[in-house]
C-alpha cells in the first residue's frame, strides 16, 4: 500500500513536502505519480517519475515549483512543492504503475490523500 502525508495549510508563496511511502512491496520497477483533485474539478496528474530516478513529466502548471524525487533506501517519494499558489489547493494522492504510462488509468496502487490548503 501506498501512505501519503504531509499535507497542511500554508500562505500562498509557501512551500510544502509531501512524502509517498510504499509498504508491503518495493517501488523498485514502478513509476509513481502524483495526482491532485480540487473541490468541483477532476483529478489531474501532477507529476511523475521512475524508481531510477527519471522524471516522467512535470504538469505545465507547476513546473519550476515542485520537484519530484525518490530515496529508494526508504521506499519513499516526495513532492517538493514550492511557490505555492491557492489554485493549488486540492487534495494530493500518489500512485505507483508497473509500467511508466504515468496514466491514472494505468497505476496499480494508490494511496489515500492527503489535503492541502493554500490559504492566507
Do not use: H
Not at 43 to 57: A, D, H, K, N
Not at 83 to 106: F, I, M, N, R
Amino acid at each position: 500500500q501506498l501512505q501519503a502525508s504531509g499535507g497542511g495549510l500554508v500562505q500562498p508563496g509557501g512551500s510544502l513536502r509531501l512524502s509517498c511511502a510504499a509498504s508491503g512491496f518495493t517501488l523498485d520497477r514502478y513509476a509513481i505519480g502524483w495526482f491532485r483533485q480540487a473541490p468541483g474539478k477532476e483529478r489531474e496528474g501532477v507529476s511523475c517519475m521512475t524508481s531510477s530516478g527519471i522524471v516522467l513529466y512535470y504538469a505545465r502548471f507547476v513546473k519550476g515549483r515542485f520537484t519530484i524525487s525518490t530515496d529508494n533506501a526508504k521506499n519513499t517519494v516526495y513532492l517538493q512543492m514550492n511557490s505555492l499558489k491557492p489554485e493549488d489547493a486540492a487534495v494530493y494522492y500518489c500512485a505507483a504503475e508497473y509500467g511508466t504510462s504515468c496514466l491514472e488509468s494505468g497505476m496499480d496502487y494508490w494511496g489515500k490523500g492527503t489535503q492541502v490548503t493554500v490559504s492566507s
